[in-house]
């Protein structure tokens, strides 16, 4: 599909690359111990950290399956997002301080604190398989809509996203990550208002028809009231479900809590998150409406590329949003529609890479490792850490080219630990200086039962009440375990 490319969209590309690598490296100079390196010397401003965490929680992935959801369906995913936004504000104001009572490096040392070390290995334990698999697989499907666009094959995209992020990643940490995806965050928000501007002046009638067409389509309902535990989303699923998968997500999920520790102060956590939640909704509206004036433009003009089949993991409407950046945008501006899609990946990886080496670092080699190390062994380990969970990245990545069974669970995973690590947190904030057996018990418990329930009930429980469930599930057990263990205390 090169065909499509003209020299200059290339030259925005390698501009794009170059550059992005370039401000990585230059915000990340200077770093010598694993605070500089894990929580940015906590020099980094609020609204830096607020535009770095929408950056890490949007994959390119997002950018593509939102406006396919409405292509394909409708704006009923909105309703999910009203849930993203009440989690924000609740941890702001609860949860915040207690990241702040001392130096931490990861949410699981506030389950060391209350259950003593076991607990914490086994919550950042989850979070390393968990997110590797995730990171992986995000990595993967955003390749194959970029192997049409770029023509390139699957392998050399995904050692294009992880290399080029694991550059600025390995040499500047978390500072240098959070500077990168403040930029890719104003590039991939950019492509899409920009989209939503430019479709309407394709479409005979412009904004007005439209949105006539649009909403005559059914592509801008957004409002089910309906009560289901299954698909389609409903305001129920929106409200309670996408409330606790962000309480999981943004608070005891070290991919998004390690840039709120990279704050200077419980006010400034505050306030990234509080950002967070005032650019969530309106980011998703405008990708909903992108994919809804795409079917709109789509009933007049035939694809100039024919939607090639659904893959593992991505369906074929996922293709709609880059055939038309190929097709129908005009050079250069194609470059960075296209530069969108890249920052949007590579944002995704570097933030994977620097908390999965946070976690393998701190919440269990420092804790492991006998003697007195430095400093600068730890900033060596880090390095290294980074470098193999690239490793780890680039091979489930490939992987899921074949493997369905990898996919499909790697999706899931995430919804399978997250009950478990919420629950976990909100016991290590009311249980204090406790024996870790019930946690324990507890969280093992969820993961058990959201696995059965997400082979067995598959098509019967949709992935929004994944993590209340787990969170019930660890919690009632825990209390039972307690309840038969007697007050035995946590061991020093």
């Known amino acids: 599909m090169t065909q499509y490319f003209g020299t200059a969209d290339w030259i925005v590309i390698v501009i794009y690359l170059l550059g992005i690598i370039a401000l990585g490296v230059y915000f990340g100079r200077d770093q010598k111990n694993t605070r500089d390196y894990f929580l940015g010397s906590k020099n980094i401003p609020w609204w830096g950290i607020g535009f770095s965490i929408i950056a890490a929680e949007t994959s390119a992935l997002t950018i593509i399956a939102v406006p396919a959801a409405a292509y394909g369906k409708d704006s009923t995913y909105i309703q999910m997002v009203i849930g993203y936004v009440i989690a924000r504000v609740v941890l702001a104001i609860v949860m915040v301080p207690h990241y702040f009572k001392g130096e931490i490096y990861s949410p699981y040392q506030l389950f060391a604190d209350a259950f003593g070390d076991s607990a914490r290995k086994l919550s950042g334990f989850f979070f390393l398989v968990s997110e590797t698999l995730a990171a992986g697989v995000r990595v993967y499907v955003a390749c194959i809509p970029l192997k049409l666009m770029l023509g390139i094959d699957i392998l050399p995209a995904i050692l294009l996203f992880i290399i080029l992020s694991l550059v600025y990643t390995y040499v500047g940490g978390v500072k240098a990550v959070v500077w990168t995806d403040a930029v890719q965050f104003g590039l991939f928000l950019a492509g899409g208002l920009y989209t939503l501007f430019y479709i309407p002046t394709l479409i005979p009638g412009g904004w007005e028809q439209a949105l006539t067409e649009a909403k005559a389509g059914g592509k801008l309902h957004w409002f089910n009231p309906e009560f289901s535990l299954a698909a389609p989303f409903n305001i129920w699923m929106g409200v309670i479900g996408g409330t606790f998968v962000t309480m999981s997500s943004h608070g005891a999920e070290q991919l998004i809590v390690q840039r709120v520790l990279a704050c200077r102060n419980v006010a400034e956590g505050r306030k990234a998150l509080i950002l967070t939640a005032l650019l969530i909704l309106p980011l998703f509206v405008v990708f909903l409406l992108v994919g809804a004036l795409l079917w709109v433009y789509y009933q007049h003009q035939p694809f100039a590329i024919p939607l090639p089949e659904a893959k593992p993991g991505i369906a074929a409407y996922d293709f709609v949003y880059p055939i038309f950046m190929l097709t129908a945008v005009p050079p250069v501006l194609k470059g960075f529609l296209i530069v969108a899609i890249l920052s949007a990946a590579m944002s995704s990886v570097s933030s994977a890479l620097t908390s999965l080496a946070s976690v393998s670092t701190m919440d269990f080699a420092k804790q492991l490792m006998p003697g007195n190390r430095s400093d600068e062994y730890f900033l060596k380990f880090s390095k290294l850490s980074t470098i193999f969970w690239a490793a780890a990245l680039i091979y489930v990545a490939y992987l899921s080219r074949q493997v369905d069974f990898v996919l499909n669970a790697a999706f899931k995973l995430r919804g399978l630990t997250s009950g478990a690590l919420l629950g976990g947190?909100?016991?290590?904030?009311?249980?204090?200086?406790?024996?870790?057996?019930?946690?324990?018990?507890?969280?093992?418990?969820?993961?058990?039962?959201?696995?059965?329930?997400?082979?067995?009930?598959?098509?019967?429980?949709?992935?929004?009440?994944?993590?209340?469930?787990?969170?019930?599930?660890?919690?009632?057990?825990?209390?039972?375990?307690?309840?038969?263990?007697?007050?035995?205390?946590?061991?020093?």
Do not use: C, H, N
């Not at 024996?435 to 507890?442: A, E, K, M, Q």
């Not at 093992?444 to 019967?460: D, H, N, P």
């Open 425 to 492: 947190l909100i016991l290590a904030l009311s249980w204090r200086k406790q024996s870790p057996l019930p946690v324990i018990f507890g969280m093992v418990a969820s993961l058990g039962v959201m696995i059965v329930l997400s082979v067995v009930w598959s098509k019967e429980l949709f992935w929004p009440w994944y993590t209340l469930i787990g969170t019930m599930v660890t919690i009632g057990v825990a209390f039972v375990v307690k309840l038969f263990q007697g007050d035995a205390k946590a061991a020093p």
